[in-house]
């Protein structure tokens, strides 16, 4: 099933492209709008991965630009990040909590090294308020190395045919 444009929107945040690369393909597949969640401090290097590991652990919030898009324009809302300390990444948490209307249908996706999804999946449930109609849980290096290919696709086709329920 096509969908017409602009009634998804995929949302990411990405240090270092691997889960911006899944939201490209996610936003071409659907024809998706795609948002950028651009965080204002500098993550590069050492203490940029310090600063991001302990606001991951702990749960904080941080400073972004204001987005392009406004989520409440859409009918689903494609959610991305890379796992920070088992959690989502601080500005996911930031824009998440920032955009309080739920309307729209919701999706998941992260990308991490190795360490278990389920608490940051879990955590994205919660803050959201309500279930999401489908999640994809991805390593790095399976991005990487391109073998994502099938659970994708099975991520996308539950996507499309939440258009029609
Ligand atoms: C601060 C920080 C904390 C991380 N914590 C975890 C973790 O707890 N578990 C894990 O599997 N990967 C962890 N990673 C690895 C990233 O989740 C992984 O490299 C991800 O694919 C990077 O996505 P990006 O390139 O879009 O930023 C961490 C990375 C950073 C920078």
């Given at each position: 099933m096509d969908i017409s444009p602009n009634r998804a929107l995929v949302v990411y945040y990405s240090r270092t492209g691997t889960t911006r690369s899944v939201a490209e393909e996610i936003a071409s597949c659907l024809a998706a709008d795609l948002e950028e969640v651009k965080a204002t401090r500098d993550r590069r290097?050492?203490?940029?991965?310090?600063?991001?590991?302990?606001?991951?652990?702990?749960?904080?919030?941080?400073?972004?630009?204001?987005?392009?898009?406004?989520?409440a324009d859409y009918e689903l809302l494609v959610i991305g990040t890379p796992v920070w300390g088992e959690n989502m990444s601080s500005p996911i948490r930031t824009y998440i909590k920032s955009h309080p209307t739920r309307f729209q249908k919701v999706a998941f996706f992260c990308t991490r090294q190795g360490s278990s999804s389920g608490k940051t999946l879990k955590e994205l449930e919660r803050l959201w308020g309500k279930p999401p109609v489908a999640v994809l849980d991805l390593k790095e290096k399976e991005v990487k190395e391109r073998r994502i290919k099938e659970e994708l696709d099975r991520f996308i086709d539950v996507l499309k045919e939440s258009f029609g329920r």
């Open positions: 290097g050492l203490w940029g991965w310090l600063v991001s590991a302990k606001e991951g652990v702990l749960g904080q919030l941080t400073s972004i630009q204001a987005p392009k898009y406004d989520p």
